[in-house]
């Protein structure tokens, strides 16, 4: 068969041909954006929350709106914070700047110099005194709004992973980056993160310095007839005819999950046999997508206690409408009560394998839970 490359895309950030759609969430972002409204951007993992906000800046940019995205996701440490923060600051103002000036007139805390990565790449580094990291955090963060101020210009800073800031120097921290921020007239900010932690741990806790400091935005799946249209331009561009019927047990096998969707059409692309495909390929595709997953899957289920693993059985064999509580399923597990599955369930969602929504439980990972169904839970004794 001729060789062509796969077109679907899933792990990393997705960008042009392979970004499916998002037009209202990009308009609406770009919207607060040019209000200045700041923006808690969250959903579960690999939703699109990264790959929709770099769409979204990059629409920005074109406005003379400049962006600043920081990933958060490796800081352990403040040191580390104010680190990826002065270089995604650098990345992005010495494209407008020449980097020595901006050096100079921005920092005085902060050093930094630019070199190339062993691949040849750009890379920043960074300098300061470990023994004045307060006060270079607090140069760092009014950076850019001093920078914007005398450029007459807005800009807006995205903290991708924001809720790794939890591990810095927890409050304190968040207090004085949210008491600076309170006095940014140029920068809008777009605080990205996973379900669980920007929302139970960050933003909707009175207590917390965080509290309603900007709207609320849940970022959900991709609609159903955008993603059938997707699926289809992208094997068709690779030369793929593909059935209708066979699109629709995708969308539905993936319930519209973004990352799931690319996920399983990558694997369509990879193990089909003829350049037309069909609906019956595709269980095909998820028992392989199974299989490769299974040594991660099998990783989390031997980490678990027996009570979460029955818990998690009797989620996998719970249709809408049912409840993971019934009587049968105490009955199967002994338990004695009710509360002995809600204790089990809980201790699921604080581990992020579990999600509790509109009042009802449901596993996150929707292969995890077929993954379960198929080679635990009717194989094995408990
Ligand atoms: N708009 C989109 N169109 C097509 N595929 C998408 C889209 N958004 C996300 N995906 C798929 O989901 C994957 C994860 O996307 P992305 O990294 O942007 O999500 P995320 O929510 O930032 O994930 P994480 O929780 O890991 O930070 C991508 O590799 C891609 O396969
Ligand atoms: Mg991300």
């Given at each position: 068969m001729e060789h062509i490359k796969n077109p679907f895309i899933y792990g990393t950030r997705v960008s042009g041909d392979a970004f499916c759609n998002r037009e209202e969430e990009v308009e609406e972002l770009l919207g607060d954006i040019r209000a200045r409204q700041h923006v808690i951007l969250f959903s579960q993992r690999r939703f699109g929350k990264t790959s929709l906000v770099w769409k979204v800046l990059e629409e920005a940019r074109k406005e003379g709106i400049i962006p600043v995205h920081v990933?958060?996701?490796?800081?352990?440490?403040l040191g580390e914070f104010i680190e990826e923060y002065a270089k995604a600051i650098a990345r992005t103002l010495s494209t407008y700047e020449k980097a020595t000036r901006l050096m100079k007139g921005l920092f005085s805390r902060l050093y930094l110099s630019k070199g190339v990565d062993p691949a040849g790449n750009p890379q920043w580094s960074v300098g300061f005194d470990r023994n004045r990291e307060i006060e270079t955090f607090d140069e760092a963060v009014s950076s850019v709004e001093n920078y914007l101020k005398r450029k007459g210009k807005f800009g807006v800073v995205v903290f991708d992973?924001?809720?790794?800031?939890?591990?810095?120097?927890?409050e304190k921290i968040e207090r004085r980056l949210r008491t600076a921020i309170q006095t940014h007239e140029h920068v809008c900010y777009l605080f990205v993160g996973s379900k669980k932690h920007m929302i139970?741990?960050?933003?909707?806790?009175?207590?917390?310095?965080?509290?309603?400091?900007g709207k609320i935005f849940p970022l959900g799946k991709i609609a159903a007839a955008d993603l059938r249209g997707f699926i289809e331009k992208r094997f068709n561009e690779a030369k793929v005819d593909i059935d209708v019927n066979a699109i629709e047990v995708i969308v539905e096998t993936t319930e519209c999950h973004p990352f799931y969707t690319q996920y399983l059409c990558h694997v369509l692309y990879d193990i089909m046999e003829s350049r037309h495909i069909r609906a019956d390929d595709v269980p095909k595709a998820i028992v392989f997508l199974l299989y490769r997953e299974s040594t991660a899957y099998m990783n989390t289920w031997d980490l678990l206690t027996n009570r979460q693993r029955q818990a998690l059985v009797a989620l996998s064999e719970t249709v809408p409408?049912?409840?993971?509580?019934?009587i049968e399923m105490l009955r199967r597990f002994n338990m004695s009560q009710p509360a002995v599955m809600i204790r089990a369930l809980k201790s699921l969602a604080d581990k992020d394998i579990v999600d509790k929504e509109d009042g009802r439980y449901g596993i996150i990972d929707l292969f995890f839970k077929r993954w379960i169904r198929t080679f635990i839970s009717h194989s094995q004794p408990f």
């Open positions: 990933d958060l996701y490796p800081i352990s440490t992973e924001f809720q790794q800031i939890t591990e810095t120097n927890g139970h741990d960050l933003f909707s806790n009175p207590n917390r310095p965080f509290y309603r400091i409408g049912e409840s993971p509580f019934r």
